[in-house]
């Protein structure tokens, strides 16, 4: 037995330094400079599918919200704007969208898209992208990162167009084709250039990644709503109310187009804030939620208006205030939570009713299809709220941990919002005087009045919406 015990004390000795090998075996024995290559060139492949992967998503989505932007000017906005004037307008005004949509796409290949997201100043770009020089399949890190650039400059061609498109719900019915043209092409590059820049632009005064006054802007309260709702009040009192205004009755004449194109219009606005994200992402989705969710409170808060009022809640009152809470939403959309975009819509749907129905009336104003309530209201009280409800936890647009809005307790981003509004206010009021001033005297404004008495559709197009004789 002791003989066993010894042998098999001195084996094992024997075996013993054959033991630290087994890890050798399964490290740096086979870690050969091959090995080593291999796994780093699979790495770096696995890495560049991974982004392709998410650049290809990204892009598909980006495609789409431009393609749904697009389809709130033209057939959203030209539906919409086309039930609520009378029949022997309904072409006119429907054209006017139609056209912008061909007209700002030339301009913006052109200098449109070099002026609002080339060069960094604070005020206005540069012709760096002229011509859309540079601009292609690679990505523009300073806008977005995972998208081609020509995705990104295709995307904000949606909102150059749509938005001086709202405009022409102020001049509606009484203003020249040539001068709108003119006034609108003008506009976009007076206007709409500068303050898309200062807010987006990389550089600009009131961008929120750096800029003097971080106003927070998700998607166009300032450069979209407030800039065309404050220059479509211009636009009324320059060329004053229409023939016949206000002793006599001017109802819409097909609320089922308006219905129609307000159904359109809250779809497509899912493009239009949720693809405001640049991405398909999880702050998309936030985004896309609160718009929804905005447009129903607000539905809601002007038909409750209405029915206190009037007994009753009326079918354009319902749309209306859906897309009070749409414009409202817009620049707070990718800040703020479900239940302060519930507040936003149902306090903005009760205001825009407000100021449709009671400041209109008090100031005698002929906003035809009220623009400036809904957009220049709309959008005033959606900037201002943003600074309100703004929380990092939705974006955190400052940095990780650092408060955004109210809610967070920066009270003071209520006053880089303000400051954001009234430079919206006073660009849109000088800028949209001085063009039209200039655009009188060369084409003239307004159509005579037995061209308006006639009707647009005849006067200015020599066609007529409806047929009623074949």
């Not at 219009?265 to 702050?283: C, K, P, R, T």
């Not at 066609?463 to 004789?469: G, P, R, S, T, W």
Request: with cysteine; hydrophobic share 50%; proline share 4%.
């Amino acid at each position: 037995m002791g003989t066993i015990l010894v042998a098999a004390v001195s084996l094992s000795a024997q075996q013993t330094p054959a033991f630290p090998a087994v890890p050798s075996m399964t490290g740096a024995s086979f870690a050969t400079p091959e090995t080593s290559k291999a796994v780093s060139e699979k790495l770096a492949q696995l890495d560049k599918d991974v982004k392709a992967a998410q650049s290809a998503g990204d892009n598909a989505w980006m495609l789409v919200s431009a393609a749904l932007v697009l389809m709130m000017t033209g057939p959203g906005l030209a539906l919409f704007y086309g039930g609520l004037v009378r029949r022997k307008n309904t072409l006119a005004i429907m054209m006017q969208s139609f056209a912008l949509m061909a007209l700002i796409t030339v301009l913006w290949a052109l200098v449109g898209y070099s002026l609002c997201f080339g060069g960094n100043g604070p005020v206005i770009g540069s012709f760096e992208h002229a011509f859309l020089r540079g601009v292609g399949a690679e990505p523009n890190p300073d806008y977005a990162g995972t998208i081609p650039q020509a995705t990104f400059m295709v995307y904000q061609l949606m909102f150059a167009i749509i938005t001086p498109a709202l405009i022409t719900g102020a001049t509606a019915e009484r203003m020249k084709f040539s001068g709108t043209v003119l006034f609108l092409t003008l506009w976009c590059l007076v206007v709409y250039a500068p303050l898309a820049h200062m807010v987006w632009g990389k550089g600009g005064l009131l961008n929120a990644a750096g800029g003097r006054f971080p106003c927070l802007d998700f998607a166009g309260g300032t450069v979209v709503h407030i800039s065309s709702g404050v220059s479509a009040l211009v636009c009324a009192l320059y060329l004053g109310k229409r023939t016949g205004y206000p002793k006599q009755p001017m109802p819409p004449h097909s609320l089922v187009l308006s219905f129609i194109g307000a159904c359109l219009l809250w779809v497509g606005w899912f493009g239009f804030n949720a693809g405001s994200a640049l991405a398909a992402s999880s702050l998309a989705t936030s985004a896309f939620v609160a718009t929804h969710f905005a447009a129903a409170a607000a539905a809601l808060g002007w038909s409750a208006a209405e029915w206190l009022k009037n007994g009753r809640a009326s079918a354009l009152g319902a749309i209306s205030g859906a897309v009070a809470g749409l414009v409202a939403i817009t620049p707070a959309s990718g800040f703020v939570g479900p239940m302060p975009a519930l507040a936003i819509g149902l306090i903005a749907g009760v205001v825009c009713y407000w100021m449709v129905t009671k400041v209109k009336a008090i100031f005698g104003y002929d906003d035809a299809l009220d623009a400036f309530g809904v957009h220049g209201a709309g959008g005033t009280i959606g900037a201002l709220l943003t600074g309100v409800f703004a929380q990092q936890v939705i974006n955190p647009i400052f940095g990780a941990g650092k408060d955004v809005g109210g809610l967070d307790g920066h009270w003071g981003q209520v006053g880089n919002q303000l400051v954001g509004v009234l430079l919206a206010w006073v660009i849109a009021l000088v800028g949209t005087l001085v063009l039209l001033k200039i655009v009188d005297l060369l084409t003239g404004l307004r159509v005579p009045e037995e061209h308006e008495i006639a009707g647009l559709d005849i006067t200015q197009h020599g066609e007529e919406a409806y047929n009623l004789e074949a």
